[in-house]
């Protein structure tokens, strides 16, 4: 897996941001705020964290998890995928991996303020009709973070937005 080669555009503000925390998911959105947050930390010669979050089974509301419910395989899934995104950076970044189990949005805050990271960038994929009202993980860490947290989404062509 590599990163995109295309630089983001220049955000209105300069980033200074010594510290990194990314959100690690294998997603589309992932990659691009895995790429963006690179640049980021070249540009200023900063370090990455990144973290993955394997969340709670949804089984666990019922009262035994399914036939053939393996959780080691879903750990070694998770495994493989924040290890993948650490793998595509740069030599020249440092960067550091964080794996850990819990609700994705509340285990992104808590390391951001434990770990005194400058920067928190998820990716946002937007998925369905739902996403607006229930709210994904990258809306919940933007609510609810104390550290400043930019969202990178897909780029959207204006030409192509429907006017109504």
């Excluded at 947050?37 to 009262?63: F, Y």
């Amino acid at each position: 897996m590599a990163l995109a080669t295309a630089h983001p555009p220049p955000l209105a503000a300069p980033i200074l941001a010594g510290n990194i925390l990314v959100g690690v998911d294998g997603s589309a959105g992932s990659q691009r705020a895995l790429a963006y947050a690179a640049d980021v930390a070249h540009s200023e010669h900063g370090r990455l964290t990144l973290i993955a979050v394997v969340p709670p089974p949804l089984w666990t509301r019922m009262a035994f998890p399914p036939v053939g419910y393996d959780h080691r395989v879903i750990v070694a899934g998770w495994a493989q995928v924040l290890h993948a995104a650490a793998d595509c950076l740069p030599e020249d970044v440092p960067v550091t991996t964080r794996f850990v189990h819990g609700r994705p949005a509340d285990a992104i805050v808590c390391r951001a303020v434990e770990g005194c990271h400058d920067l928190v960038v998820v990716g946002c994929e937007g998925r369905g009709l739902l996403h607006g009202a229930i709210g994904g993980v990258s809306r919940k860490v933007a609510r609810r973070c104390p550290v400043p947290v930019l969202v990178v989404r897909e780029t959207t062509v204006v030409g192509s937005l429907a006017v109504r």
